[in-house]
């Protein structure tokens, strides 16, 4: 068995036990023994449950990346990474919605998340062509973040076989960021990207203008904001699973 095969075995195994029994009560042993892995080389690969995330979230980029579209508008081809990514997702819906639904009360591994999705983001921006460095790619980043997490919303809620209701969302999304800013066309205008995620929260400012309520309506005042997804680019710290 490959590094990829014991990987994705592993992450599979974590997801449906997640979806059985909550994300709280996932650890690398328990998915490890559920995917019939051996526990020497899942301790070796797997130092903490956080790698789990991680682990998925840089199959997820790979899956994106794969053979990443080069011609075309900017906006097309951040359109086909983004819903390559969710792509990724769908393929274990029901675990990384249990996953969504514990992170308001995680909030380290919410931190730690939000910040890996943003150096995804620049992966994807990179991908399409942007020269996501420096001070500005860093806006760049935060501003595509902010596009994925609005419509992760309507991804989690999005029922469909094709996902038309989350294609839809990040269509209008990303014409609007398209519309207010130039980062999507690589300039250097000084025009700022999409609004970035508000400092300690991690969604959306309701009350901007740039962007339409995605399609199912994204949850009332009051409600804690909806978690980033994994994303590959942090390491997180060897920690002991019970």
């Not at 195994?13 to 997640?18: D, E, G, I, K, M």
């Not at 274990?92 to 992170?103: E, P, S, V, Y």
């Not at 209008?172 to 980062?183: D, I, T």
Request: proline share 12%; hydrophobic share 40%; with cysteine.
């Amino acid at each position: 068995m490959s590094d990829t095969e014991f990987d994705t075995a592993l992450i599979a195994a974590a997801f449906r036990l997640a979806a059985e029994d909550g994300w709280r009560h996932v650890t690398v042993p328990a998915a490890c023994r559920a995917a019939g892995l051996p526990l020497s080389e899942a301790r070796a690969r797997f130092p903490g449950r956080s790698t789990i995330l991680l682990r998925f979230g840089r199959l997820a980029d790979q899956a994106a990346l794969t053979d990443a579209p080069s011609e075309g508008p900017v906006r097309d081809r951040l359109f086909d990474l983004l819903m390559r990514r969710f792509d990724a997702l769908q393929t274990h819906r029901d675990g990384i919605k249990a996953l969504l639904r514990a992170l308001p009360t995680d909030p380290a591994t919410t931190l730690l998340l939000a910040v890996a999705t943003r150096d995804s983001m620049r992966w994807m921006l990179q991908a399409a062509g942007i020269d996501a460095t420096g001070p500005r790619g860093d806006l760049q980043a935060q501003g595509l973040a902010a596009v994925w997490l609005w419509c992760l919303r309507t991804w989690e809620k999005d029922e469909t076989d094709d996902l038309s209701g989350t294609m839809s969302a990040l269509d209008s999304a990303l014409g609007r960021a398209e519309q207010v800013a130039s980062w999507m066309g690589g300039g250097t205008s000084s025009a700022p990207p999409p609004p970035p995620m508000a400092e300690g929260a991690g969604e959306l400012d309701p009350s901007d203008p740039a962007f339409p309520d995605p399609d199912p309506p994204g949850p009332p005042a009051g409600t804690p904001p909806a978690p980033l997804d994994p994303t590959p680019m942090i390491e997180p710290p060897d920690e002991p699973d019970a």
